[in-house]
């Protein structure tokens, strides 16, 4: 029996199987690839993460970077660059780099899930070849993204939109490029590869799709019509390639997300709205936050509490930043003030908006200490809400307690050889502490 089973087979899941496994944890995969093609654009954060936990398979498909053009409320701007890569040979590699990792793997189709006491959990799913089988595990993880059932009402649900994507061939030949364009009906990213071949998301109101007439063809080409920008850079005799593939946006905060024996992580957990850039990015980093949160629930029963409240705030803290970047961005784009796209995604993010700005203090709070979740104590301002515990290597409550509790005034040099720490170093905390007030009076009540 496996010490947890992570239900799907994408990035959150693989990751996680594979921060589990350095863990040492015994980790069993079970789900199946994505049926549909899909290309998507990875950040130089996503290429760090994993080349970080080691994935070499899906680090060697990213090859030089794409060039990345923006072209928004009126401005033309090339940006940072970024990969585009096709989601389904990623996911492959992945699963392979989970594999070498030492994860089990069972491909196939979860078909439900028996929660037979706490700490007794039996998976029921079906093979390739059609065969019914079941495995059992003290934990469970969801991680099979939007198709995961629901097992609470939703806590926070936004607009919705949908994304309509299509393959060409014919594209101008150049360097690799991604571009993202907004329009008056909503706002388009798409990539060429520089042989001729170009991908074109489309992302508009379902209202407009199911009102239009002539099927999801039709609605593409009348997006990409409406596109100033994408033309010009990849030509007006693109050639269909294949079907328009449909998938919906809706950014979502699920309700439970986890227990002492449960947990959802990724899209499973909550969904952004793809503008925000961090789709993938939040899947790797919430696997990866949820693995000492696991080795938690695991290993030492009395931090459970702990566990989960760190898991929780982290999800909400997460979604909400992602929330306001999306609506900032949106409101950025002033040109069509008329449209009902633009006035959906403006109207006010709602959870994004709804946290008061903590007074500079310090408090107790769940962190992330040699694999485990421990309280520690970090400070709390204005603008790092979810606290911050150390500052260039610096413990900061350690340090502001000596401050606090010298006869006279600190000394660099005296606070470097007591904590331990290049005097530079000890400045600099200092100085945060400082600019924050936190030495002065935010220690009082503690």
């Not at 439900?112 to 029921?124: F, K, N, Q, R």
């Amino acid at each position: 029996m496996s010490e947890v089973i992570i239900l799907g087979a994408g990035p959150a899941a693989c990751l996680l199987g594979i921060a589990l496994v350095r863990h040492g944890i015994r980790a069993t995969l079970i789900g199946r690839l994505r049926p549909t093609v899909a290309v998507e654009g990875l950040s130089h954060r996503v290429a760090d993460g994993l080349r970080q936990a080691g994935c070499t398979a899906a680090t060697a498909l990213l090859g030089p970077q794409w060039k990345r053009v923006s072209c928004w409320a009126g401005a033309n701007i090339e940006m940072n660059g970024e990969f585009a890569v096709d989601r389904r040979v990623l996911d492959a590699a992945l699963i392979e780099d989970a594999r070498r990792a030492g994860c089990e793997l069972h491909m196939g189709t979860v078909r439900g899930l028996t929660h037979v006491a706490e700490g007794c959990w039996v998976v029921h799913w079906e093979s390739p070849e059609g065969q019914q089988r079941t495995a059992s595990s003290p934990l469970v993880v969801e991680c099979r993204g939007s198709t995961a059932p629901k097992v609470a009402a939703d806590r926070h649900i936004s607009y919705e939109l949908v994304a309509l994507c299509r393959t060409f061939e014919g594209a101008i030949p150049q360097p690799r490029t991604t571009m993202i364009e907004s329009f008056r009906e909503g706002w388009a990213w798409g990539g060429g590869d520089g042989h001729g071949a170009a991908h074109v998301q489309i992302v508009t109101l379902p209202a407009r799709v199911s009102a239009a007439e002539g099927g999801l063809e039709r609605i593409h080409t009348a997006g990409l019509d409406a596109l100033e920008h994408f033309p010009s850079r990849f030509g007006r005799l693109l050639r269909p390639a294949g079907p328009v593939r449909v998938r919906g946006i809706r950014p979502t905060l699920r309700g439970v997300a986890s227990s002492v024996d449960y947990l959802r992580v990724g899209d499973a957990a909550y969904m952004v709205d793809p503008l925000s850039g961090h789709g993938m990015f939040e899947a790797i980093s919430g696997a990866l936050a949820a693995a000492p949160v696991v080795n938690t629930l695991l290993r030492r029963p009395d931090a459970r509490d702990s566990a989960l409240k760190f898991f929780e705030s982290r999800m909400e803290a997460v979604f909400g930043a992602r929330s306001r970047a999306a609506y900032e961005h949106y409101l950025s784009e002033t040109r069509w003030p008329g449209s009902a796209f633009w006035q959906a995604v403006t109207r006010s993010p709602g959870h994004a908006s709804t946290e008061a700005s903590p007074s500079p203090r310090f408090e107790r709070r769940p962190v992330v200490e040699d694999g485990f979740i421990e309280e520690r104590w970090v400070a709390v301002t204005p603008d790092a809400a979810r606290g911050v515990r150390f500052v260039e290597g610096v413990d900061l409550f350690p340090l502001a307690e000596l401050i606090r509790s010298s006869h006279r005034p600190p000394c660099i040099a005296d606070l470097a050889r007591q904590l331990c720490h290049p005097p530079p170093s000890i400045g600099s905390a200092w100085c945060w502490l400082q600019e924050r007030d936190l030495v002065a009076h935010a220690l009082a009540g503690v």
